[in-house]
């Protein structure tokens, strides 16, 4: 659905982009990871046609976004720094979505009324940052897109709004096969949403890949030795972390698990186990080994 082929994009002497290809199948959701300042807002407006490549192809259902309206018509973006023309009411807003989406649905709009509890005939500008949000969300699950593109969706929403939110986003998913590309610093929170997570680093794509495979391949060993722990315990797989408080020693190991559990029993340890890994776990020792470590600091 969404397909990003060796986009390349530069900001004069500063290479924002180089060479990112991603796929994001229709009906799925792509978590977009990556630390501040690795390309994220900047493959975002690619993606919804506000920048133009340097190098490279954008297509979203087999078009080019870039000035092209009728990818636009099913394509809803609520980006982290909003936008509303400042003498709207929330009413007044959806008339104007109304007139340019083509599946908008008023229908949808009038039920989406007891979810989000804002009076419509409020001015858009004079609602709180979290409110303004849930309008953003209001007018673009009543747009009906096929495709959504959502920058820090959910910052600023209470626990509670977040939750119906996903909720409303994740029923189109299963639903009417929506495509749903987010970013976020939020890792706990995509892990419960998506089946995809890219990595970018440094304006590159350092992995991509179903976020069970993703999670396939990488293991935390926990051990306990009775002396000292072997320095080198892993020969078949790539150590990715190693920290060791007294007797217990935590190695944090890509490879295959079945010879990874083999080679820890050689070493002998008197406690030996295999931990589960978070996304956010996955993806702070997926950057560490791209230079961006994690390092204790005395101050």
Known sequence: MIEVRNLSKSFGKYKALASVSIDVAKGSVYGLLGPNGAGK?????????????????????????????AVKSFLAYIPDDLYFFSQYSIEEAAGFYATFYPAWSWKRFELLKRVFAIDPRRRITRLSRGMQKQVAFWLGISAMPGVMILDEPVDGLDPVMRKKVWNLVLQDVAERE????????????????????????NGSILLEKRLDDLK??????????????????FRSGTVLHREQNGSVLLQVVK???????????????VILDVLPLTLEEIFIYELGGSGYDIQSVLI
């Open 178 to 201: 929506t495509t749903v590309l987010v970013s976020s610093h939020n890792l706990r929170e995509l892990e419960d949403v998506c089946d995809h997570v890219g990595i970018l680093h």
């Open 41 to 69: 807002t900047t493959l975002i407006k690619h993606l919804v046609g506000v920048y133009r490549q340097d190098e490279g192809t954008v297509a979203i259902a087999g078009q080019p976004v870039y000035e092209n309206p």
């Open 255 to 269: 490879g295959d698990k079945e010879q990874l559990l083999a080679e820890a029993r050689q070493a002998g340890p």
């Open 216 to 233: 396939s391949d990488i293991y935390k060993f926990q051990m306990a030795f009775t002396g000292e722990a072997p320095r080198e315990i």
